[in-house]
């Protein structure tokens, strides 16, 4: 067995104007998985309890989401306290989500509307 040593990777750079000509298309139904996979995972919902609606506006894209959000059940009383509320969690995954949106889409990301559908409560296990 031998030991080989990698060097630094070559820092080049892209060239912003190809030698290829052309237009990349991204399907509308391809940027709602997007869309609706990273708010689920930002919200901590499920795929299924997310809804997503994106519209072009000003060159960049309009995202409305409706999700339900995990919240600890009622019989946590020290959990409900350290909660952050409702309001605050809203806000920042709104903020969260119009950077990882613009990340992963490549576009402007001018408006993230979340509305809270309802929440998910940890089911209680009965113990035998």
């Known amino acids: 067995m031998s030991a080989a040593t990698v060097g630094a990777p070559s820092h080049a750079t892209v060239d912003p104007t190809p030698a290829v000509r052309g237009a990349v298309r991204v399907r509308p139904k391809a940027l709602e998985k997007a869309v609706r996979e990273a708010s689920a995972d930002m ?12 519209a072009e506006w000003g060159g960049g894209l309009n995202v409305r989401i409706a999700t339900k959000l995990p919240i600890p059940g009622l019989e946590q009383s020290e959990a409900i306290r350290a909660e952050t509320p409702i309001l605050d969690r809203v806000r920042t995954m709104q903020v969260a989500l119009a950077h990882e949106l613009a990340r ?8 993230v509307s979340v509305t809270v559908t309802g929440a998910i409560i940890p089911e209680r296990k009965r113990v035998r």
């Open 43 to 54: 919200a901590g919902a499920p795929r299924s309890d997310v809804n997503v609606d994106i």
């Open 104 to 111: 992963l889409t490549g576009r402007d990301i001018r408006r």
